[in-house]
């Protein structure tokens, strides 16, 4: 019989397109005992997870609440429950991600319309209108923040036009929240959901949720059971709300850490938070172009969050990034889709968005790269 020795893992620099790397604090509370998942103790947490996550949202949204599961669960929870089977779906399709969104849409019944714009830019308040015009939709999906891209979708003036014709609005926010303004209520956004282990620096495992007025009266008048039993928020707001109805074993370590995570970063604050940001991304930028490594966003719509870095002509990117790992324990991404082989993704979020990183990065990729 095969025997194990004891657990062995070498710490890595996480810089890539997630997950992104983890505070000890946050460490630390994952390793809390855990407790039953009623428990007084722990519903306790349930408020206060909720209550964050309203902050780090800026929404006073009731239904703001960590869905178990990735990020990826929450992209599903948003379509199975505003999805009935003919509605009409407009999805904005510019990188890995939208895909994802079309497939997950029509798997649900969907009537997809594809609204498409080259991997790396962005749609414009008059081509969602234009859209809408020539066809309405009962809902409009689109990434704020692309991972596979290193775009930032404006939002801000797009949802009042879906709005006019009748619209939901739905946001991707995975790679944005808690590492740049995601403004619910101000930009009057019905649907966005996230990950954990990006911007907010806790380990992959939940995804963070909010529902607005609009969309909670589009849920209650479904003509249809939502067919995911699994995420149908009927029932799981029911758990989250004030009944505690069991709906499944929430998992009590992550919220733990969850918790943690979304306090740290309400001690920051998200002005500094979003600044830090900022002045890291900027960093990189600046040092890559200083080596003559173009960048594949136009700089009014570039991530600070994730950076997609064009790679050189006559460079091997997965062995560029072989080397970044087995010689200084850096990892960071190669392109998905469209893309792959063209760009390297380096993240810069949550608790690794630090100057040592971006430093570390650059003098390692000027080694390997002869720059």
């Keep these: 019989m095969t025997t194990y020795g004891d657990l062995s893992i070498v710490p890595r620099t996480l810089l890539g397109p997630g997950p992104s790397d983890v505070h000890p604090r946050v460490l630390q509370a994952l390793a809390y005992p855990p ?37 990826t ?19 904005g399709v510019n990188g890995y991600f939208s895909e994802r969104m079309v497939d997950m849409a029509g798997r649900y019944g969907a ?34 923040a692309e991972t596979s891209t290193g775009a930032l979708q404006p939002l801000a003036e797009i949802a009042g036009i879906v709005h006019r014709y009748g ?68 029932t799981v707001a029911q758990y989250w ?32 938070r979003f600044a830090r940001h900022q002045a890291h991304a900027e960093l990189l930028w600046a040092g890559l172009e200083e080596m003559d490594i173009g960048l594949h966003v136009e700089p009014q719509y570039r991530l600070p969050t994730l950076t997609t870095v064009r790679v050189p002509a006559g460079v091997d990117e997965m062995a560029v990034r072989k080397t970044l790992l087995e010689r200084y324990n850096v990892e960071i ?9 063209q760009v390297w993704r380096v993240g810069l979020m949550g608790y690794s968005s630090q100057q040592k990183n971006v ?10 790269l002869g720059r």
């Design 35 to 71: 407790v039953g998942h009623l428990d007084p103790q722990f519903l306790n947490l349930m408020n206060e997870v909720q209550e964050l996550l309203r902050f780090v949202f800026q929404t006073e949204n009731s239904l703001t609440i960590p869905v178990s599961g990735t990020g």
């Design 73 to 91: 669960a929450g992209m599903e929870a948003a379509f199975a429950n505003f999805v009935e089977p003919g509605d009409s779906v407009l999805i």
């Design 111 to 144: 009537v997809v319309r594809r609204l498409e714009r080259p991997w790396g830019e962005v749609f414009t308040p008059e081509e969602i209108e234009d859209a809408l015009r020539a066809q309405p939709a009962k809902l409009v999906a689109l990434v704020h």
């Design 167 to 234: 619209s939901l609005l739905l946001a991707d926010c995975v790679t944005s929240l808690g590492g740049l303004p995601v403004q619910i209520d101000a930009w009057d956004v019905d649907i966005a959901y996230s990950g954990t282990q990006k911007c907010i620096g806790a380990p992959p495992g939940l995804a963070p949720l909010t529902i607005g007025p609009r969309a909670r009266e589009a849920l209650e008048k479904r003509t249809t059971k939502v067919p995911n039993w699994y995420l149908d928020l009927t």
């Design 241 to 272: 709300g004030a009944a505690r109805t069991y709906h499944h074993t929430a998992p009590i370590n992550m919220n733990y850490a969850l918790r943690e995570a979304l306090r740290m970063i309400q001690e920051e604050g998200l002005e500094a």
């Design 333 to 341: 991404g190669g392109g998905l889709g469209a893309l792959k082989g």
């Design 359 to 368: 430093t570390l990065l650059l003098a390692a990729l000027r080694e390997i």
